[in-house]
């Protein structure tokens, strides 16, 4: 795995992107921002599933003028979504902490200077939205909606706030597919040192958004790339969140929490694997330390197999063993198990803090 790249840092409301900041997880609502109450509740899940940032869209003057109101409701940096009416992006400058913009939609200089004026009044951070989708009209022409194009609008549109003498930004170059993804990300990376919000844009449901999300986010942040991202699924706002930190943890970016391991399906399987994982997720409280925990379907392989595991879960025929670092904690009948092991996870954990601490 390579290092990250080395990129200016900013901050979004209270949460540092860029530079040696840890990689946060964005996320966007779904309801109409008026909606005051739904909207609250919407990220109030977010914040409890693990977001650090989220965005709303900003549709019409009514979600505009809702923003003030909305961010005294919520503790989370808040970014505002524009697209085509500029106007909105003034008044939404006077309370959020971040403006997203799409400069292929947003109008002329005169539109852009004014939305980065006010940004710059208020210290508050522009990200250049570039999608494949929605190039300015000469980059569609020349280029097509490739790599190319994407670059070449981003380049052009960082070039001109820099000629407004604006540099507290942040770039995102989304395609709908992973080849398009990564190349774009690929080919701005080494021209530019602003930091990179990494996303597939329309992406599809869980399954979909999984697949194309785990190779092409995964890949970039394996090659260093990227300072923020989001997942975007059609579905419950809470996946997002539970996929980008699972990529994250994957590809080696997050140094906390647990990665599951579990036995495939085969001929030795003494134990229905699949409710007993999900109950084993479902019951574990929050792990803040880096744990992998292994759950194993016999106690032929289990030594082998989970010795490189923190602690290690192995069903047997009405029995099983419960193991840490490859030694055998103890023998337990089968519905004591879960039980056992999950009160061992914890007793590791404080263990791990504890000595994690002494050496700070």
């Known amino acids: 795995m390579k290092a990250r790249y080395k990129t200016k840092q900013i901050a979004v409301g209270n949460v540092l992107v860029g530079g040696d900041a840890p990689i946060s997880v964005q996320s966007m609502v779904f309801s109409k921002t008026a909606d005051l109450e739904t909207t609250k509740a919407q990220i109030d899940c977010l914040q409890l599933a693990g977001c650090d940032i989220v965005r709303v869209a900003v549709s019409d003057r009514e979600d505009a003028n809702a923003l003030k109101t909305l961010k005294n409701m919520i503790s989370l940096p808040l970014v505002a979504d524009i697209h085509f009416r500029y106007k909105f992006a003034l008044i939404a400058a ?24 006010a940004c710059k ?78 996303g597939v844009t329309e992406a599809g449901d869980l399954e979909s958004s999984m697949i194309k999300s785990s190779m092409a986010l995964g890949g970039l942040l394996m090659e260093g790339i990227g300072d923020t991202m989001r997942v975007s699924i059609t579905g419950e706002l809470e996946k997002e969140i539970e996929v980008a930190r699972e990529i994250l943890r994957f590809s080696g970016r997050q140094k906390e929490g647990i990665t ?26 929050k792990i803040i330390a880096p744990m ?24 047997g025929n009405g029995d099983g063993l419960v193991i840490k670092k490859g030694e055998i904690v103890g023998k337990y009948k089968q519905e004591e198990l879960i039980d056992v092991f ?11 803090l504890q000595t994690q601490k002494k050496g700070e």
């Open 94 to 117: 006077e309370s959020v902490d971040c403006i997203r913009i799409n400069p292929g939609n947003i109008g002329s200089k005169e539109k852009i200077k004014a939305v980065v004026d």
């Open 121 to 198: 009044e208020r210290g508050i951070p522009i990200r250049i939205g570039v999608n494949a989708g929605s190039l300015e009209r000469q980059f569609e022409e020349k280029y097509g909606a490739t790599p190319k194009g994407m670059v070449e609008s981003a380049l052009y549109n960082i070039k001109l706030l820099e000629d407004f003498g604006f540099t507290n930004l942040k770039v995102s170059l989304k395609a709908s597919d992973v080849e398009r993804t990564m190349a774009a990300y690929r080919m701005l990376r080494p021209l530019v040192e602003y930091p990179f919000h990494l």
């Open 260 to 285: 599951y391991i579990s036995c495939p399906t085969c001929g030795r399987l003494q134990a229905d694997l699949v409710p007993i994982l999900k109950e084993i997720k479902e019951r574990m409280p």
């Open 292 to 315: 992998q925990l292994s759950v194993m379907g016999c106690a032929v392989n289990a030594l082998g197999e989970a010795k490189h595991a923190d602690v290690a879960i192995a069903f």
């Open 342 to 352: 999950i009160k061992e996870v914890i007793k590791t954990e404080q263990e791990m």
